[in-house]
């Protein structure tokens, strides 16, 4: 870690952490799929002196003097985004994802408009109008989920619910979804029913940006995602939108919601969507895809069952009570053999969230590392043996010895081991 001498000396405990962090990223296989490895790059810009500065407004337009360089680079940020993407319009300063969707809601809504998303336990989002979040209590909430026997996308089901509620806003996008999202069949819905569209694609941007996933620009009113996950950029938000809106999203997101943007988050913005933009990229977007599918045949050539029996995109949701246990468990005990996952409900779950059926995996970070087809049949194995060890720790951890020496052959990106 003799990147970080300075924090050493200041504040030898946080130090402390980040190095065993580090550590963590490197000797564990890190299977959540909002996960992955930001480039040396990407972590510069973060950590630069950037966040010295503050630039209430917008390019051209501040409440504070010393702008010129902040103007240039945000400026640079949101041209990048629009060429990557195809948009004509892009807010490059949400905070994250869950604020960008709150300022669409704030742009496009009065409080107690009608909106329609993914149901939560189904593999939406919170801020697709689920009742604990602030979506589902501003706003009346109606929610479409898959179909009982696919666990699909019914788009016949969400045009009838369109048609039947009539929302102001209708949102697509998942956070466990593991087949594409028809993208222009919601278009047509909301088209038909005289609302708005925001597509979400927090978890598959970098997909979009790689070819990998159908865009949803050409149909969405507004685009909404997270800069980090399957884009590889820092933890941040960004809004794109149709030419026509663009006054109204912007003037959501300041004054309406926030203050000064963090400048340096602009950056490294700037710099992931310079990344996205070379060939390198769609081969890395490609990959994720081949890599999530050859794990997903791993898996069921094991036993384990998957909901959909398979995946299109970087995320696979599997039923752990297929191999008898739940997901809570499973997670655990994968996280104690070097395998990081989280802990997921699956669509229709007779159990609670925060003791759920399914765990949820997916394919960004270890590609990133560099992994590939082969190495996700060793993957498949690994978590196969878990399942048969799940009580005896000794063998647990002796999986996890070897899945930190398989990872000595697969640095990640910006980390350095001394």
């Known amino acids: 870690m003799h990147h970080l001498e300075n924090l050493q000396q200041t504040d030898s405990v946080v130090h402390d952490i980040i190095a065993r962090e580090e550590v ?37 337009k501040r409440y504070y003097e010393g702008q010129q360089l902040v103007d240039e680079l945000e400026t640079l940020a949101m041209v990048r985004a629009c060429e990557l993407f195809g948009a004509d319009h892009a807010n490059v300063q949400p905070y994250s994802g869950s604020p960008a969707n709150l300022a669409v809601y704030f742009a496009l809504l009065k409080p107690g408009d009608k909106v329609m998303g993914m149901a ?11 009742d604990v979040s602030i979506t589902g209590q501003y706003y009346k909430s109606v929610q479409y989920g898959v179909d009982e026997s696919t666990h699909r996308l019914d788009y016949d089901q969400i045009r009838a619910m369109a048609r039947r509620e009539r929302p102001q806003l209708i949102i697509a996008g998942a956070t466990a979804y593991p087949r594409l999202i028809d993208f222009e069949a919601f278009g047509s819905i909301a088209r038909e029913v005289g609302a708005y569209f925001l597509a979400d694609v927090a978890h598959i941007a970098g997909l979009i940006a790689g070819g990998q996933h159908p865009s949803p620009v050409p149909y969405a009113d507004v685009v909404s995602t997270t800069t980090h996950k399957t884009l590889r950029g820092p933890r941040g938000g960004m809004l794109m939108c149709k030419e026509a809106l663009a006054d109204t999203i912007d003037r959501a997101v300041f004054p309406g919601l926030q203050g000064g943007p963090h400048n340096h988050t602009t950056a490294a913005l700037a710099v992931a969507l310079h990344e996205a933009a070379q060939p390198a990229f769609r081969d890395y977007a490609a990959q994720v895809v081949k890599n999530g599918r050859a794990l997903a045949e791993g898996l069921v050539s094991r036993g384990f069952k998957l909901i959909t029996g398979g995946t299109d995109n970087h995320l696979i949701l599997m039923d752990a009570t297929s191999v008898g246990t739940r997901g809570r468990k499973l997670a655990k005990v994968l996280d104690r053999c070097g395998i990081v996952c989280n802990m997921n409900t699956i669509p229709f779950d007779p159990r609670k969230p925060f003791d759920p059926s399914g765990i949820r995996i997916g394919t960004p970070a270890i590609t990133s590392r560099g992994m590939m087809e082969k190495d996700m049949e060793v993957l498949a194995g690994w978590i196969a043996r878990a399942v048969e060890v799940i009580a005896d720790r000794e063998a647990q951890a002796n999986i996890a010895a070897e899945v930190a020496e398989y990872c000595k052959a697969f640095p990640p990106p910006g980390i350095r081991i001394n």
Do not use: D, M
């Not at 490197?26 to 990407?42: C, D, G, M, Q």
């Not at 939560?120 to 689920?130: C, D, N, V």
């Open 24 to 60: 963590r990223q490197f000797e564990k296989i890190r299977l959540i799929p909002s996960e992955n490895y930001v480039s040396t790059a990407v972590l510069e810009a973060t950590g630069s002196i950037l966040t010295n500065k503050y630039s209430e407004g917008y390019a051209g």
């Open 120 to 130: 939560l336990p189904h593999g939406g989002h919170l801020t697709h109008g689920w």
